[in-house]
């Protein structure tokens, strides 16, 4: 019989949260890494969509801010992307439309070409969360959900890759003739019991976005996934906002801390430029360790 020997090194079951280290959060230079291009950040009024819309300005990008909601939110992510305080910064536009609307999509592409000349980058971030228990699920949430999560990022993706094949590489702009980055969840992966339309449409974009990848990259399109934890945003509100929610959160996160916009933007930005120019049909997670089964920091 084999004895085991008691582990010696200290585990997260031995310490308090106050033993932990504090949190000190990344300070970072915006760099022009992808200065002279334009992107589309749809969803961008608010949240993770607000934050990439900014860091992509930052990084020397011409933004259009898709927005479905009032002007004004949309104008404040205007106002704060091009006063960031960099030399190099872009432009940035709004632009009103419902992803899962096809004429509407279409507008935007062409407004986009029309005042911008191209679109180089397409950020598929528009999304919702109709939550249900499956008995109480009507179709229409059903439907709402997928339409907008899964189906607008078709939409977009469809007329971006549209536009990258006619234009093609333009060398000194980039290696590529298009980047292409999907917002899809941890929740690709992990299952959400509550959430089947909202983990559905996200385990839809992970093939999509693959299959894409797959199917354009020939033409030197590269598409690529984030996958976002849980991201101090709107969207969970509850999930964060009392410090007793705050702290069941952090059962499920092993890097103890909550993700800020900001975490998924920087990425964002940097996995379109041509220092990730050899990253294509990459689910990339940003969720300070939420898909590393955090039960079995305590369990097993
Ligand atoms: C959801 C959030 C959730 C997070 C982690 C995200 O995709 O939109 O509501 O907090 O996943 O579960």
Redesign the pocket.
């Known amino acids: 019989m084999t004895t085991l020997s008691p582990m010696n090194s200290t585990l997260i079951r031995d310490l308090t949260p106050d033993e932990l280290p504090e949190v000190v959060m990344p300070a970072c230079e915006a760099r022009p890494i992808l200065k002279g291009q334009t992107a589309i950040v749809t969803g961008a009024s608010s949240g993770i969509g607000r934050a990439i819309a900014c860091a992509l300005c930052a990084a020397g990008v011409n933004v259009v801010v898709n927005h479905i909601g009032p002007d004004t939110d949309a104008r404040r992510v205007i106002d704060q992307a091009t006063h960031c305080g960099c030399d190099h910064r872009g432009l940035a536009i709004a632009f009103r439309a419902d992803v899962s609307d096809e004429s509407q999509v279409r507008s935007m592409f062409e407004h986009t070409i029309s005042t911008f000349g191209t679109v180089d980058i397409l950020i598929n971030n528009a999304g919702m969360?109709l939550d249900s228990r499956v008995e109480d699920m009507t179709l229409a949430r059903w439907r709402k959900v997928l339409d907008v999560n899964l189906t607008g990022q078709f939409l977009c993706a469809r007329e971006a890759v549209r536009e990258f094949k006619r234009r093609g590489v333009k060398p000194g702009v980039s290696c590529a003739a298009g980047k292409i980055v999907c917002i899809s969840?941890?929740?690709e992966v992990i299952p959400?019991a509550g959430h089947i339309n909202?983990a559905g449409s996200?385990g839809g974009v992970m093939l999509m976005m693959k299959s894409l990848a797959q199917e354009v990259a020939p033409w030197r399109i590269r598409v690529n996934s984030i996958c976002?934890?849980?991201i101090r945003t709107p969207?969970?509100r509850p999930?964060w906002e009392t410090p007793e929610a705050y702290r069941d959160l952090m059962r499920l996160i092993p890097y103890k801390r909550i993700g800020e916009p900001e975490d998924v933007a920087r990425l964002a930005a940097w996995v379109c430029s041509d220092e990730a120019d050899y990253i294509t049909g990459a689910s990339l997670f940003v969720d300070g360790g939420?898909t590393l089964y955090p039960g079995f920091e305590t369990g097993g």
């Open positions: 969360q969840s941890v929740h959400w909202y996200k976002p934890g849980a969207i969970n999930a939420m």
